[in-house]
């Protein structure tokens, strides 16, 4: 039996164009970017030669994790894009990364439909902050977690951009943060966590996802509230579907449970996978 698919899709001001021959051809506000993508194994909708006419910039990858953006056509290193009444800085990183996973378009207002100003949320994970400015923007008490001391800055100037105030930063090891709230019996409506698929923490330590998961998700389990709503996303090849669903009943046997692959079409046709989600919601009463 096939795994059920999850098509997120774009925006005004992001589009994926294209995708194919291990990269990916997307659009943020105006400006195109060509960056490698190892699920984009099939052929592309056009070639990566018509790619290069309409792209600003491409990132060339080295022999390890970073590398360095190429210029095609120029144009501004440093942008901003809209999401709704959010607006976040983009830039071109050393990481292939612009400071955005417009994937997540779906879990933003997944959750934005879960949570009110009366909630709280802890995001773990939280890279620049969009799932929080979405938090915030509802009015709930929103934590955000993250290791990478540089991103928290990140995310305070898009929570500044999108003219919100008061998100609770925490420059921490998310397991580590969220195995301290467990043990203060702290309890939230909303936990999302988008982890990598392996990190380093705040004082240089080095996990994969793949073994800390359970961890991860029995810890998540314990401070998330009888009627609260879980969102993970995972990018890991080595963290299967069937890992997901196994854990997910082991954690959340009294909780409905949905476990997808996450997947966006391009605009020439072709259809993109971005890993397996989870959200975990409370059952409705009969």
Request: glycine share 6%; net charge positive; aromatic share 10%.
């Amino acid at each position: 039996m096939s795994a059920q698919k999850l098509f997120t899709e774009g925006w005004e001001d992001y589009e994926l164009i294209d995708a194919g021959g291990g990269k990916k051809l997307e659009r943020w506000g105006k400006v195109i970017t060509i960056r490698p993508e190892h699920q984009a194994y099939f052929q592309s909708g056009e070639q990566h030669t018509e790619w290069r006419k309409k792209a600003h910039f491409e990132f060339v990858s080295n022999d390890g994790q970073s590398g360095k953006w190429k210029t095609l056509k120029g144009g501004p290193k440093e942008w901003e894009v809209r999401y709704g009444s959010l607006k976040f800085q983009l830039s071109l990183t050393k990481f292939k990364h612009v400071g955005l996973f417009p994937e997540q378009r779906t879990n933003w207002d997944f959750i934005e439909k879960n949570i009110n100003s009366e909630s709280n949320l802890v995001n773990l994970f939280a890279y620049t902050g969009a799932m929080s400015c979405v938090a915030r923007k509802v009015g709930a008490e929103t934590l955000h977690v993250d290791s990478v001391k540089q991103l928290i800055t990140w995310a305070s100037k898009n929570m500044e951009l999108s003219r919100l105030m008061n998100i609770k930063w925490v420059h921490e090891d998310a397991l580590k943060f969220v195995n301290r709230l467990s043990k203060r019996e702290q309890k939230f409506d909303a936990v999302v966590m988008d982890p990598p698929a392996w990190g380093i923490g705040a004082k240089k330590e080095k996990w994969k996802l793949e073994d800390k998961l359970d961890d991860l998700l029995g810890t998540a389990a314990s401070i998330l509230k009888e009627d609260g709503v879980l969102v993970l996303n995972t990018y890991s090849p080595k963290v299967e579907l069937k890992t997901i669903e196994d854990l997910a009943s082991l954690y959340f046997p009294e909780k409905n449970r949905k476990v997808v692959e996450l997947w966006m079409k391009t605009s020439t046709g072709k259809d993109l996978y971005y890993g397996n989600l989870l959200r975990v919601t409370p059952k409705k009463e009969k």
